[in-house]
């Protein structure tokens, strides 16, 4: 049976309140690598309060659910999802300055979260330069550079947990690692309370900013759809070294194709599906663990059956 027949007229009029309801809709739309599958049900939420209506209604009909957000970081399988997919990215978000923290909601884009501190005064987030996606997934994995990462200025998450309630976490040591950040299971991100610096000189925090998102544009292959970095560096290892060093660089399955412009990217060369990425990521953990001995992590989120 079809994941909407479960669900009554009044449950999609009453969902349709509170977010866009589409059927059967192509994931590959929604994702930064182009490819996946069709979700059963999509909803993008009108707000970033929305989802606190929406997942009740869901729940009581014991739908499956799936969160993503702007499509980076991530890997939807080709038979694409069942259930409900929730999409956070496209929500009407909000950038809250107060005298203890900023509060950014989950919604909210990582360039315009930079362009709203920058231009409310602040400084501390040029680590967040030309990276994809949202506030959300910025949370979720952690996301960072060489150059600092969420947790460096994230102080509390702002969650819906599994009972309906909203919550809020504190971050410290424990709740954060590398690329990584311990919610609790089946919680969904709302939002998050920042620390930032004051600075003086908005404009050449700016010009800061412009130049890393110059360079990561040189350095990174742009010119084809990729979800970013794919693996994670183990330590005292850069990703991008012992792919490059096991003679991958331009390694090709199907429409996949390892990067030559910097070989932790694999780009949507040629109308890639998710299947070729996935099975060249084995490809790239298997190589690589043979060459050197060290079995690469993904960076990226895989959702589906693979």
């Not at 412009?210 to 990729?226: A, G, L, N, T, V």
Request: proline residues 4%; glycine residues 10%; charged residues 20%.
């Amino acid at each position: 049976m079809k994941i909407y027949n479960k669900l009554t007229e009044n449950n999609i009029k009453e969902l349709s309140q509170y977010g866009k309801v589409e059927f059967n809709s192509p994931l590959a739309h929604h994702t930064t690598f182009k490819t996946g599958g069709n979700a059963d049900i999509l909803i993008t939420p009108y707000t970033e309060d929305s989802i606190i209506h929406i997942i009740p209604i869901i729940k009581n009909e014991h739908i499956p659910i799936h969160i993503i957000g702007g499509g980076s970081n991530l890997l939807i399988s080709d038979k694409g999802l069942r259930g409900i997919t929730i999409k956070i990215a496209g929500a009407d978000s909000s950038f809250n300055v107060s005298d203890t923290y900023i509060y950014a909601g989950a919604a909210l884009s990582k360039e315009q979260f930079i362009s709203d501190a920058v231009t409310g005064g602040f400084g501390g987030i040029e680590f967040m330069a030309g990276i994809p996606g949202t506030i959300g997934g910025g949370i979720f994995m952690n996301a960072g550079t060489y150059m600092g990462s969420f947790s460096d200025i994230l102080k509390k998450i702002r969650l819906l947990n599994d009972t309906g309630s909203i919550v809020e976490i504190s971050i410290d040591e424990l709740t954060s690692g590398y690329r990584k950040m311990a919610i609790p299971e089946n919680n969904i991100i709302i939002g998050g309370y920042f620390s930032l610096p004051k600075t003086d000189n908005s404009p050449e925090i700016k010009m800061r900013i412009d130049s890393i998102i110059k360079d990561r544009r040189e350095k990174h292959p742009m010119d084809y759809p990729s979800a970013g970095s794919v693996f994670k560096n183990p330590e005292s290892h850069s990703s991008w070294k012992l792919i490059n060093d096991s003679g991958l660089k331009g390694y090709r399955i199907g429409g996949a194709e390892v990067s030559e412009k910097h070989t932790n990217f694999i780009i949507n060369k040629d109308n890639a599906a998710s299947s070729d990425i996935y099975n060249l990521i084995k490809y790239i953990q298997e190589k690589v663990y043979n060459k050197h001995g060290i079995r690469l992590e993904t960076e990226i989120k895989m959702m589906g059956e693979f």
